[in-house]
Every structure is written in C-alpha cells, then in structure tokens.
C-alpha cells in the first residue's frame, strides 16, 4: 500500500491504496463520493468524468497515484456554496437533460470543461465535445439544450424534444 | 487488474533504471494499457508512469522550423499546440478517441502501442517523422514493424518525436464510431523531395506506406493520378465492421480525399 494525497473538491484528502487503485474506486470506495458513476468501466461511457487539475478525465482509466498531489473536482463540489443547484446542474433539470440519471455526473463534468475553455459553445460544438459522454435515455437533444441554456444562450432553434 | 507496483520517476534516466525490473512495463496516459490491464491480458510486476517527466513534455519549434514533442505530451496539448504550425498533426491530435481520452492520452504511448488502427503511426509515418528514445533516434520508416509491434527494445522510451513540416498535408479519417479509432485513415504529406502516403487501420500488418500512390502523385499531383490504382484486398483487416475488400476501396478514397484537400 502507498499513500496517496490529493485535494477534492478543494479539501485535502488521503489515504493508502495499491498500486492498481483506479481514482474513480478511491473516489467512491476510500472517499465514498459515489456521486461519480462508473459505467462501462471501459473510458467509453463517461459517467466517470472527473477534473483533473481543471481537464476532464475518465476516472475509471487513471490510477489513484497518478492524481497524487492534484487538484481534483467531482460532482459533489459542483453545487453552490449554499447547496443549491450550479448553472450547470440547474439547466439539467429545467430543460429535462436527464431522465435515469445515471450518465448525469459525467454530462455536467463534461459541460463545466467545456464551458470552461468555450464559454459559448455552437450546437455542434457541443455534441462534439460530448462524444465521450453517453446517454442511453435522453437523446442528446435535451442535454444539449441545457448546456446551451448554462452558457447564457437561446435555446429555442435547438432540435426537437 | 493483477497487482503491480507503481513507480513515478521525474526524470527520463530514473525512469530507465526503474524500467530496467523484470517484467516492469512504461505507462503513458494509460488510455489503452489500463482496459488492457483491466481484462489481464498484461501483468506487469511495476508500472512506471512517464508522466511526470518535464522533459517528455510539450512542443519545441526548432531553427529549422521543425517540431520537437515530447513523448508524454498529451493528444490535447499536441492538438492546441501544434495549430498554426502543422495543421494537419493538430487536426489528428484533435479527433482521436474523445476529449478526456485526448486530456490523457500521449504521443509516445500511442507511437509504442502502434495499434493497427491509431491515428499517431499514421502522422508519424506520412511525415518521416523520427522517434527519439533514451538511447538513439529511429526513423518512421524503420520504427513501424507490424501490428502492435515497433523498433523498441525492452525498457527503451520514447523522449521525443520530431516532424518534419511539409509544403501542405491531410488527414483523412473514416471514424468506426464505436472505437473512435480509424476504419482507414490515411495522412498525406507533400514535401519538396516527394509525396508520402501513410495508411493505418486497413492491413494486418499495421500503419503502412501506400509506394504506388506515391509514385503516381510524385508524375501528378492530382485525384485522378490515383484513378487506376488498386490496393490488394488480401492483407486488409477484414471485420464485422468492413470486409477487407471495403477497407482496400476505403484507402483508395481517403488518399483521395487528402489529395483534394491539399490543393
């Protein structure tokens, strides 16, 4: 076992793992922030997105000791200050951007990232970038909705519901 | 995964030395060695992560106007990087797997790997690029030796990739959506001195060079020098995804897709 350190969510966290530990079963299992889903267990699905010194990363694709020392952001820091929803997260539910939920963590991760490095993004941008992101209720269209509505822009040209 | 140790070297001599373990195993971004490791198919006794190396990183501009990248240099930095000065690498690096996998993903991981259907052999190839590892440089052309298999000896790195930067190049990719790797793609680079054609993802022997296109590109560089030209279908990769006759047809319209996009 190794002691491994990283900041989540902006608290200093610890603990020992093995070598083969993914971030995702630390996260979950050490730190039990189960908010992060693990899917396909594969780095197809994306319900395990996590940022990793501000990049989103498949936490089920990286060891634990390779976010020693790093800044890492999961869903649960996602909310506002006073636990009420983020930009993000509440454009997910006005717009009907997720139905099981399942894939959620990952989609929100992914849009913060995004928005991130493109605060406006185009349709097309966005289905782009969520090509690492499925979902197996919504249709996109909703999800792509939401995050055209977090980034401040009209929804109404978007495809159908 | 089986248990394994893990090592973090922060320079590339230390990194040899902890590679130098029996059965001890490089890790890049891990992109496809941690689902290889996930399944068993690989039992590594240490892991020794490359990516906390400063100089595996980034992307250099030599005098000569050439790129140096860093063999732990992610697919993300290489495509933002890279831009304004090799468009068509920049393209590549921005359309592998997807954006987390490219926020991990590494250069030198994907050159050693040489999966049959990665996009990175097929840059490295079409360019003449020359693969610099711990303890010599090999070019593209003697580094590539069949699927999964490259010049590499056990525990040697890759430190650095160089580009030559050609008059104009294309990527052209038939995306098997699934995978995100290439179906057939094809990365045309036209220099001074000649034409080179490279082709991933189509023959069973790996990323290749396409001499015969090359040639009639080198009489005409036009489409249609490439109108009589077939591929033998015999070597291709043949899968429920294609046949082998639709990857050798693939390879014949990607090339030309490349030619038209570099008038």
Redesign the interface.
Known sequence: MTQVSMTVNGKSVSGDVEGRTLLSSFLREHLSLTGTHVGCDTAQCGACVVHVNGEAVKSCNMLALEANGADVGTIEGQANADGSLNVIQQAFQDHHGLQCGFCTPGMVMSAAALLKENPRPTESEIRKYLEGNLCRCTGYHNIVKAIMAASGQDVSSIAAE | ??????E?PSTIADAVAALGAEDAQA?GG??TL??T??QRLAAPTT?V?L?SIPEMQGVCVEDDGSLAIGGATTH?TVAAETADKYAALSDLAGHI?????R??GTIGGSLANNDPAACYPAAALGSGATIITNNRSVSADDFFQGMFTTALDEGEIITTVHFPIPQAASYQKFLQPAS?FALVGVFLARFADGVRVAVTGASEDGVFRWSEAEEALNKEFRPDALMDLKINPMNMIGDLHGSKEYRAHLVGVMTKRAVEACI
């Open positions: 995964m089986y248990s394994f140790e893990f973090k890790l891990g992109q941690i689902p490791l996930k892991l992560s990516s993300a797997g997807d954006p987390a996998v926020n991990r995100r």
